[in-house]
């Protein structure tokens, strides 16, 4: 019945019932150590006593944890950021290789050497039953940076949604540009050899091509390093590296598809767009053979954010270890300061103060400065998650959003529980002890 009753719940729900349940155990305990007892007054006296130790220990806590929150959040925002950059790429095809290498070089736009798919390659994969466009994607081209790429308009408009801005590109001197890439409509470019960004104007200029593209299209956000892509016909792209353009002398003026197998000069990748989703399959086995490599992106990714969870796992343990390491730390810490006060909570014991009461003043004293530590570690690691996702995505183009979720709740509630369970040690060995000892210290 109520394993039923549980599954039946919304995921925010279950999320809920779990963090309730792993601070439950704290809340417990304070209910029991503090009904009917108010050690209010001699607590604030011992934080505000003992202030420098009290702020040590509460930077451990916030520290251990703050690592084990930003480590969740940085991950899980990494693996949502990396998804979302390869959701428009359905299917890709190239040359025999490796999967990676080509995966990062077609949809994260990494700069690396592939072999070509020749034009009898191209046409079988565009002709294909269940092929709703093959686009080719011609790499090599930059300005200031951003990545200039040759293909075809009904990738781009695949990549825009229908949320273009301006229009598509009609010639071969017009562009269309990402939302990050600093040119406006009508704006002009001049692209050069490779990816570099040269500094000296009489290298740059001897690099950069005698052409320059106008722009007549914006693309909108898509969180992927496309938004710094300048995207040109591909024909362009042949065509300043000395190359045919794809079409026979009757079409030499042609912008896009179809293209003529003997004037096609290559492509190093293809991104294949099917009719329908379970077609992607049929197509993904037909064109992976000797000759051909037929990738889903989001396949590879898998494979990756699995190798990535096994060095998370193993990261977490370390966390986990480091924060058991911490906790002992500070209840042998505690342990010390209650022997500070010790002569104190003796003259407490003589002057008719029961155990209990001195139970709870240690332990408030010692919840309090767990709370606190747990509460700005959980600040403390989403907001450093935060700062390094804004770095990582200016640097990978990949939007990266560590938000904080449920996992660190659930990490920071059950690291306090724990905390609070342990921190009554110090008071039931500060009740054990005989107060004639510490009067006569």
Known sequence: MLPDLWS?????????????????PGVLIAVWNLHGIAPGALTRSMLRRYLPVNLVFTGLVTLSVALGVGLIAQERGLRQGSARAADRFDLIVTA??????????????????????????YAEIAQAEGVDFAAPLAFGDSWQGHPVVGTTAEFITHLAGGNMTGRMFAAHEEAVVGALVPLGIGDAAVPGHGMADLADAEEAAHNHH???????????????????????????????????????????????????????????????????????????????RGDMM??????VLSRLHGLAGDVRQAMSLLTLVSQIL??????????????????????????????????????????????????????????AAAVLSRILTARTSVHISAAPGWAELHLAAAFLSLSLICALLPGLLAMLRPPLTDLRG
């Open 8 to 24: 039946s719940l919304p995921n925010d729900a279950q999320d809920a019932g779990v963090l309730a349940m792993l601070l439950l």
């Open 96 to 121: 025999p290789g490796s999967e990676v290498t080509a995966m990062l070089t077609a949809v994260y736009l990494q700069p690396n050497d592939m072999p070509l798919l020749g034009g009898a390659q």
């Open 210 to 288: 005698d052409l320059r593209y106008r722009v007549t299209g914006k693309l909108p956000a898509t969180g992927s390093p496309w938004d710094r892509a300048i995207l040109v016909p591909v024909e362009t792209v042949w065509e300043l590296h000395g190359l045919a353009n794809g079409h026979t002398a009757e079409t030499a003026q042609q912008i896009g598809g179809p293209f003529a197998p003997e004037a096609f000069p290559g492509t190093p990748a293809v991104l294949v767009k099917p009719e329908q989703l379970f077609q992607a399959y049929a197509l993904r086995t037909q064109f992976s």
């Open 326 to 383: 911490v906790a002992v730390a500070i209840l042998a810490g505690l342990i010390l300061i209650t022997r500070l006060f010790a002569r104190n909570l003796a003259v407490l014991r003589a002057l008719g103060a029961a155990p209990r009461f001195l139970l709870a003043v240690i332990w408030s004293y010692a919840a309090t400065l767990l709370t606190l530590g747990t509460v700005l570690g959980l600040g403390l690691g989403i907001g």
């Open 294 to 299: 037929a990738f889903f992106p989001g396949a």
